[in-house]
């Protein structure tokens, strides 16, 4: 990230996403993050599906359901580029840890909510709650 911005504008390198958030994210995160050096910061790219646990709508049996969402952000530099030292720090959905990382796990926790269906089904044709004899107290 840090080493990103010290490139010349339009460099970019990609990373996998689990290699770079899986720390970071909730659920488990597959797609392709590439980040390009725009002059003014740091252009986020990515191609992702995220794996989140929904309750179905229908059935309320829980499922896995991938959430696929292409993200592209702009990042201002949190480092001057001359100096290489950290800018003051001011108000910003997008920080960078102690490690030089983005904290892409809040970006895609808000692009994953973005995208959830309204009425999650665990499969197109659920059938709902079967009416078993053993039903419950509700
Ligand atoms: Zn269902």
């Known amino acids: 990230m840090a080493q990103l911005l010290k490139q010349p504008t339009g460099s970019s390198c990609s990373y996998r996403a689990d290699e ?8 488990p995160v597959q797609g392709k993050i ?4 725009s002059g003014q910061g740091i252009l986020i790219r990515a ?18 359901y991938p ?18 030292l950290p800018l003051s720090k001011e108000p910003s959905d ?17 692009y994953t909510l973005l995208n959830l269906p309204m009425k999650p ?4 044709d659920c059938a709902g709650i079967k009416e078993v004899s053993s039903h419950g107290s509700a």
């Open 20 to 27: 770079i958030v899986d720390a970071q994210a909730k659920y």
């Open 94 to 110: 997008f920080t960078v840890d102690s490690n030089n990382m983005l904290d892409l796990g809040e970006i895609i926790r808000q």
């Open 67 to 84: 959430v696929s969402f292409s993200i592209e952000e702009e990042m201002p530099p949190t480092i001057n580029v001359s100096s290489g």
């Open 47 to 64: 191609e992702l599906t995220v794996k989140v646990e929904l309750t179905c709508s229908r059935c309320l049996n829980e499922f896995l």
């Open 121 to 124: 089904l665990c499969q197109p």
């Open 34 to 37: 590439t980040l390009t050096h």
